[in-house]
């Protein structure tokens, strides 16, 4: 699966961005979709994922914060984030489980400060 992520920047203290990630195959074929993050000197982390039934979960450092949904039409899984703080800044990473085959985007940073 190839996924194409999108939507990073700098945004101020309780700011919002979305990120995209299209993916390369129906989104309802896709097993588990994900969105992961990694600041610099820290292990990559799972931020927010939703799987083919509809199910999401959070990190407890996002919750009621971030929102991940999906767009079966076009493929492609969003991160909502709102309310950001200078500790989201990251690179994030959508990720994708398949038939037991886990594939990655490209990284898209996104820095949150003043």
């Known amino acids: 699966v190839q996924l194409q992520a999108s939507g990073g920047g700098l945004v101020q203290p309780g700011g919002s961005l979305r990120l995209s990630c299209a993916a390369s195959?129906?989104?309802?074929?896709?097993?588990?979709m994900g969105w992961y993050r990694q600041a610099p000197g820290k292990q990559r982390e799972l931020v927010a994922g939703?799987?083919?039934?509809?199910?999401?979960d959070y990190a407890d450092a996002v919750k009621g914060r971030f929102a991940i949904s999906r767009d079966s039409a076009k493929n492609t899984v969003y991160l909502q984030m709102n309310s950001l703080k200078p500790a989201d800044t990251a690179v994030y990473y959508c990720?994708?489980?398949?038939?037991?085959?886990?594939?990655w985007g490209q990284g898209t940073q996104v820095t949150v400060s003043s």
């Open positions: 990720n994708v489980l398949r038939n037991g085959i886990r594939s």
């Open positions: 195959v129906n989104i309802f074929s896709i097993n588990y």
């Open positions: 939703i799987t083919s039934g509809g199910r999401t």
